[in-house]
């Protein structure tokens, strides 16, 4: 309606409501320094954004903060998401921030982005092209860095749920600079390898560190595989560009084991039924057999009972040879254990460490000696080698400060 004069807040809305159906300040970009930077206990953060010539007011409220992962301050320079509008009650416009960024993180990550979708465009990342994985491996293959702790945590992992699996590793560098070709080469050699399932990872760390498996050379490599890879790249919330193109993603190496292979607790627990409904129905059926055998020999015209029962007979050898085939998983996976414990009972022999180079020493007594203020001058001691043993007498000693 037309009329002479607005009252301050028509003006305001009105203006707010220009502002608010512009495209360009509903959906705004800025790059700036920030300035006057507060925070306050409700949670929301106002600051200015300025450069050179100007300066503007944003306000980041509090549930958008929560999302920021850094801590915004004086002098920072950021990369800010969000829109321009008026506030009402004041008159004053400002941008209201969505997300904000340092500017060299968000440089990196408005690269990540448009690489992301050239892949997604190509189709490296269709859920079409996932496979499934074998849950009874023969072998797995560890790309990951040597004497690390995702390592050593798949490799324990991995033995704790399924012993009789074979465990290929091809270390790599995880980050830095060279880490994405060291990556993609020992890559490159697990593929030379019979393998069901290779596992790609590393621990946690921070967007740096994991930017190595964004790499596009790595993403391509993986989505070449000839078998299933899972990605285990040690991080919650932030994704990279090598668990798109996984056919599994583990949020952590021990998820990837999760995933890898099946827990032998469950195959011994799924054959233990197994074989009790397999005991069931043998007994029952063959309790049938024999009913029908009496029923028809006591019948005066009794031909063949072995023409009538060749399907039953059947069943019973087929049930038969089920219940020898998870039998013989079952001791396989036995005598993985056996040989998993066997393999650490050997790692403990006393001979092994005494043909490195070791030496055990006695004393007359039988007693074995481990400080030098266990023995004392003139006495004899007996020192145990790999090939033998020799005899002598203590003329001399030397403690260590």
């Known amino acids: 309606m037309n009329k002479d004069f607005y009252s301050v807040s028509e003006l305001n809305n009105y203006i707010k409501g220009v502002f608010d159906n512009d495209h360009l300040l509903r959906h705004i970009k800025l790059e700036g320094e920030l300035l006057d930077v507060k ?26 903060a929560a999302k920021i992962k850094f801590i915004p301050k004086d002098g920072d320079k950021v990369m800010i998401e969000g829109s321009v509008s008026v506030y009402p009650k004041s008159g004053r416009y400002q941008v209201y921030v969505t997300d904000m960024y340092p500017s060299g993180e968000g440089a990196r990550l408005i690269a990540l982005m448009k690489l992301k979708a050239k892949l997604e465009k190509e189709g490296l990342f ?4 996932k496979r499934e994985i074998n849950l009874f491996p023969k072998a797995i293959g560890l790309v990951t860095a040597r004497g690390s702790a995702a390592a050593a945590d798949l490799i324990t992992n991995i033995f704790r749920r399924y012993p009789l699996v074979t465990i290929y590793t091809f270390y790599s560098a995880v980050q830095g600079e060279n880490a994405p070709k060291e990556l993609v080469k020992a890559l490159l050699k697990a593929y030379e390898y019979p393998l069901d399932t290779i596992i790609i990872g590393r621990g946690g760390g921070s967007n740096e560190d994991l930017n190595a498996f964004n790499d596009e050379t790595l993403v391509r490599t993986i989505y070449r595989s000839p078998v299933p890879i899972i990605a285990a790249v040690g991080h919650e919330i932030d994704f990279t560009l090598v668990d798109f193109v996984a056919d599994k993603r583990a949020s952590t190496p021990t998820g990837a084991s999760e995933l890898a292979t099946i827990d032998k607790r469950e195959v011994y627990e799924s054959l233990d039924n197994y074989r009790y409904v397999m ?95 266990e023995i004392n001058l003139g006495e004899e001691i007996e020192t145990t080698m790999s090939d033998g043993k020799l005899y002598a007498n203590v003329t001399r000693k030397e403690k260590h400060v």
């Open 39 to 64: 925070k306050y206990p409700s949670g929301h953060i106002y600051f200015n954004v300025i450069d050179e010539k100007s300066s503007i007011s944003a306000v980041l409220f509090s549930f958008n």
């Open 279 to 373: 005991k069931e129905r043998l007994t029952n059926r063959i309790k049938s057999i024999k009913e029908k055998l009496f029923y028809l020999k006591n019948r005066p015209f009794f031909l063949n009972p072995s023409s009538i029962y060749n399907d039953e007979l059947n069943e019973i050898k087929l049930l038969k040879d089920n219940l020898n085939n998870a039998m013989k998983l079952y001791f396989s996976l036995k005598i993985g254990d056996l040989n998993t414990r066997k393999e650490k009972l050997q790692a403990l022999n006393p001979s092994k460490v005494l043909n490195r180079g070791f030496a055990m020493i006695k004393a007359k007594n039988g007693k074995i000696i481990k400080k030098v203020n």
């Open 126 to 129: 269709d859920p079409k092209h």
